[in-house]
């Protein structure tokens, strides 16, 4: 029996074109670009841009959103959403603070406040899984509540992070400590997306959910399981944070960096639709946010200005991602 | 000898839905069972209770002779139950051989937990090659592929394991008169391999009648008429059909 396969057609005149259609057809190509253009141009209209004290900046931009996009990542890659992580950032670092307040070292107090992260995250998937509820109204109501949570936990002021020198520098406070961490959740969940069953069973329960859960796969485990992950990732995110700033703020992290960790996954080519996406691409997302955001800041550009950028960028990335993506699959309309 | 796979008096409602009314049937090995009826008539509601997606109201199963309670399909699977769905039941955006494998992956031995990517590729082309299903490169995403050759695909994921008994539903949908006549194909050579028992939801009642050994009808939930294919025709189950609907309009 053959069946024969159908056409994919795509004339490559020459070597060059060759290569050029190979780049286009790779799928973190199109921001890499533009993340590479973005700080020729910074650099090009402001020497300070590569500095190491301009770099550091940089990189702290990055690191927060680029580690809570590799939880993102994955929800949006199996379809759904966590709007909550942002609150989850900030109620981690307290949970962390009362644990050491009543007497437990350090890292046990992290690891159960990572724990208590990771239980919001069972929460929100639970209810977002069983009692079917979408996660995107899930988890603007958990927001909410544990927005409330923190601020009442806190009385809605900040308090010292604590805890040795050493501890601290390690957990954020040395100049790049943070984006250190970044690389690693980086890597860790490239690995498993890539190279896992979970990060395929991600894929198929986001590509075709009924499919999946025909095919054997608990749709439901995997589900509930990237919920705990981005919540852990959140309060992880939030616990550096702190110890890179030296306080704990109860307004820290909030929609602000759960919307640039989203932004960075989508810019970096993960599709909100589910079924497909890329850890590599939304940590150069994450760059490229963080390089916009210092290199207008350099040029003295005010936040309001940065909005509109963001905006942009936002759209433009997904206009080119939706249009190369088209042609990577093979040319057709 | 037992017969391979045996349901008895198998009820499934779904809220005040009646899907299946005490549906009795048993496939024998290497036995081409087919099945025909309405839009609606239960018949995939039963496939899904032969693989252990879903589980009866009431009723039991027996597997081999042995009475069983099917848990999931990954226990279904363990008994040599293997299905291809309506749906087919690939992941568009996964390869070839990451659909032929996906819920049960080669993983190497180190690190553990990894991947076997080259082992997945390796295994599903052989497979393709030893059933006779021609694809240009098992590394193809599957929403790439004609709609003859994914049903190829899901039909070498099913047989790929040492599946026993292989569930068909409706593997000639929506399918040109040349591809389903590779899979008509592709079935008859899987039958000449020997002992494996094959349950086909079909809709055309010629192309049943070619390929099954015994055909057995459901109408609203319930078997209505069981015959083997060599003593049965065309204008027969037709007229049956036309019986029970003139039945159905005048009640
Ligand atoms: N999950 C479900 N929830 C509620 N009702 C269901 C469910 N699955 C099936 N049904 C109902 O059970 C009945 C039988 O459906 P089933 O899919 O088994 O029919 P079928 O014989 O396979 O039909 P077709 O030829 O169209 O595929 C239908 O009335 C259907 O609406
Ligand atoms: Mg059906």
Redesign the interface.
Known sequence: MSLKPTPVSRASPNRAGATLDAFLRWREASIIVVAILLTIYFQAVNENFLTSANLETVSQFIAASAIIACGEVMLLICGEIDLSVGQVFALAPFLMHFGTNAGLPIIVAILLALVACGLIGAINGFITVKLRVPSFVTTLGTLYILNGVTLTLSHGSPVETGGSEAMGNFLGASPYAEILWAFAAVAVMHYVLRQTRWGLHTIATGGNLIGAAEAGINVARIKIGNFVLTSVLGGLTGILEAHRIGSIDPLAGGTTVMFLAVAAGVIGGTPLAGGSGTIIGALVGAIVLGVLRDGFTLQGINAYTFDIIIGAAILLAMISNIHLGRLRRGGGR | MASALRADNIVKRFGSVTALDGVSMHVEPGEILGILGDNGAGKSTLMKILTG?QSPTSGTLQVHGQDVVLR???HA?SLGIECV?Q????????SVA?NMF??R?K?RRFPP???DNGEMRRRARQVLEDI?????SVD?EVE???G??RQ?IAVARAVSSDARILLLDEPLAAMGAR?AA?II??VLRLKARGNLSIIMIMHNYGQTLDIADRIMLMQRGTVTYEKAAAETSVPELMDIVRREYRAVRSA
């Not at chain 2, 749906?87 to 996964?94: E, I, K, T």
């Open positions: 997606y999931s399909v990954d699977r769905y749906d087919l039941a690939l992941v568009g955006g996964l990451h996906l819920n992956e993983l937990g990894m991947l006779g299903v021609n694809i240009p193809l790439r592929l004609s003859g050759q190829a591809e590779l194909d592709l």
